[in-house]
């Protein structure tokens, strides 16, 4: 029996044009959508484009097929019709059949592993001047989950990072601290050296700033004084001694480099996420470079006058775009080539790239993806630029350079906090252990988290609340967790937690509308992880979750499980609760967010 209600009104409708009107229709002109919540039904049928067929009025299409499913499809109890959308509503045993079948599959809803095409997944891309904030935790959260939801897909993926640990962004770091760091490093200062690296980023902007206030206040344009500031000066002298390998220079940035390194890696365990490969821009702009080199001779790019190499791109509806500046330096663009190229020829295989990067450079995607086309990759055409909206607080923007932005870890840390005075005040885990209450914390703290900055589309800016976050109802994490505690709970009283599932042999007539309700809940969640990964888009996930944790939430409080007396209804009561917590459990996994067993 077939447990796809596509599959089943699919070939139902065609048998039914067979029949009823002489006609051979093939899939793809049958228009099936969900049911919208004001009318009854299970699956909709659209019937206006079946008219031209039945030579009938979209109601009498509609009301003669209906017939037609009720007297030949065993599955199909009912259905309505409302002007030119058949309504169909399935059979009881149909979903209790569907439930004997979902309890078997213990990843319900999952393809099989590495039957779909390779994908590589890039995400966090820091620049090493500075540590993580608000902003890239978005970026990691998101990148990180659709990589799960596309392995949860059958794709092979392979995750991975760009580090952006060469420029003028980093000089800038490098020459305050030599200018006014007196020799301070993580182990004198006690900070994580990410941060250490991140307040001389800030402490050149404060003395740039002021240079260029000097040289104004002395006949100096704001455009002059822009470019002719001392420190500024130094920090270009250093990027040209560093690309020509001045040892000073290299071992200077080696070391401060390092200092970041260890901190990303706090930040990136305590955040639960990893990576397969990185890849470092110092290694992929020489690569870059040569590509670019060789597009000038094969007539891709040009040289200008003054040495610097350019594309145009007008003909694609772009701009110009330079690839090398006059003097011969990499910039952004130089070794994203080297970086795309590179990855090719590592895994031949590979299908697609997809870039997790901030909406800010769509353009520069865009620009990206035709170089490398005209480069001569065909890949490029499966390039995919995962862009997002930007994170704010209520305080506004952040800025980096100012020194004003959310430090990643700070608000991590700030999530536990919160998740503890919440825990606390509502008395959710009283009579815990105080090491128990701390993972816990943890837990709940990164949940909500996770869950607040993935809930919306990626698309879309959003405003980040941490005390909206955690909170216990609505659609926050720890309300999900909480539901699946309560499955938990539920399942280690029946003493069921470590049994396979049985099979079920229930009466269609014991089932009442709070189970078909959450076991239709559980039936989409293949559909809707499949559209997850279609999209890229963890929201699907998110909304998913919190959809099935309330339908399951209201069948709980209504509904007695293990005091129920019918055995046969008892038992589907627990299926409802084990297959609901497993799906739980998995759909926010995929997310990066654990469930706790206790709350």
Not at 497 to 506: D, R, S
Request: charged share 25%; glycine share 6%; hydrophobic share 40%.
């Amino acid at each position: 029996m077939s447990f796809s209600t596509e599959n089943i009104i699919t070939s139902a409708t065609q048998q039914a044009c067979k029949e009823l009107f002489n006609a051979d229709i093939n899939a793809a002109q049958i228009q099936l959508q969900q049911t919208r919540k004001e009318f009854e039904g299970d699956t909709t049928l659209v019937v206006f484009p079946l008219t031209k067929i039945s030579k009938l009025g979209p109601e009498a299409t509609g009301e003669a097929i209906g017939n037609y499913f009720v007297q030949h499809v065993p599955q199909v109890q009912s259905f309505n019709v409302v002007k030119g959308f058949l309504n169909i509503t399935l059979t009881t045993e149909f979903w209790i059949s569907f439930m004997n079948q979902c309890l078997m599959q213990e990843n319900f809803g999952f393809a099989q592993p590495n039957t779909a095409p390779h994908i590589m997944v890039e995400y966090a891309s820091p620049n090493t001047n500075k540590p993580l904030h608000l902003g890239h935790l978005r970026n990691i959260f998101l990148g990180y989950s659709v990589a799960e939801i596309l392995k949860a897909n059958g794709h092979k993926v392979t995750k991975v990072q760009i580090i952006n640990d060469r420029g003028i962004h980093i000089c800038k770091s490098m020459v305050a601290w030599q200018q006014f760091g007196n020799g301070e490093t993580p182990q004198l200062s006690g900070l994580k050296g990410d941060k250490l690296v991140g307040k001389y980023y800030v402490e050149f902007d404060k003395h740039y700033k002021q240079q260029q206030k000097e040289l104004i206040a002395q006949g100096k344009t704001e455009e002059e004084a822009t470019k002719l500031a001392p420190i500024m000066l130094d920090a270009q002298d250093m990027l040209r001694k560093w690309e020509a390998r001045d040892e000073q220079v290299y071992t200077l940035w080696k070391t401060m480099n390092g200092w970041v390194y260890d901190g990303f890696e706090v930040s990136y365990k305590k955040m639960g996420v990893n990576f397969d490969k990185l890849y470092y821009e110092s290694d992929t702009y020489l690569l870059g470079k040569e590509e670019v080199e060789k597009g000038v001779k094969s007539g891709a790019f040009f040289q200008k006058d003054d040495s610097s190499i350019w594309i145009d791109l007008t003909a694609d509806g772009l701009d110009e775009k330079a690839l090398l500046r006059k003097d011969g330096t990499a910039m952004y663009i130089t070794q994203d080539i080297g970086t795309a190229v590179l990855r090719f020829r590592e895994y031949p295989d590979l299908a697609s790239q997809i870039y997790t990067v901030g909406n800010e450079q769509d353009y520069h995607f865009k620009v990206l993806f035709k170089i490398l086309k005209k480069l001569g990759f065909a890949q490029a055409d499966n390039c995919f630029h995962l862009s997002y909206g930007m994170v704010e607080l209520p305080e506004g923007k952040m800025k980096s350079r100012e020194g004003t932005v959310v430090d990643a870890d700070d608000i991590m840390d700030e999530m536990k906090v919160v998740a503890c005075e919440v825990a606390t005040e509502q008395g959710k885990l009283d009579g815990l252990e105080a090491a128990e209450k701390d993972s816990l914390y943890e837990k709940v703290g990164m949940c909500a988290l996770k869950y607040f900055l993935l809930r919306v589309d990626p698309k879309k800016n959003m405003l980040f609340n941490p005390k909206e976050s955690i909170d216990f109802n609505g659609s926050t994490g720890p309300f999900i967790q909480y539901t699946y505690v309560r499955t938990v709970a539920v399942l280690r009283k029946a003493g069921q937690l470590e049994n396979a599932a049985t099979t079920l042999e229930i009466e269609a007539n014991k089932v009442g509308k709070a189970e078909l309700e959450v076991i239709k809940k559980i039936y989409e969640w293949p559909a809707v992880l499949k559209d997850a990964g279609i999209n890229y888009n963890p929201a699907a996930i998110a909304h998913y979750s919190y959809e099935l944790a309330r339908q399951f939430n209201s069948f709980y409080h209504d509904n007695p499980i293990l005091r129920e007396e019918n055995e046969q209804l008892r038992k589907l009561r627990i299926a409802i609760t084990q297959k609901t917590g497993l799906v739980i459990k998995q759909a926010m996994q995929l997310l990066g967010a654990d469930m706790p067993e206790r709350m």
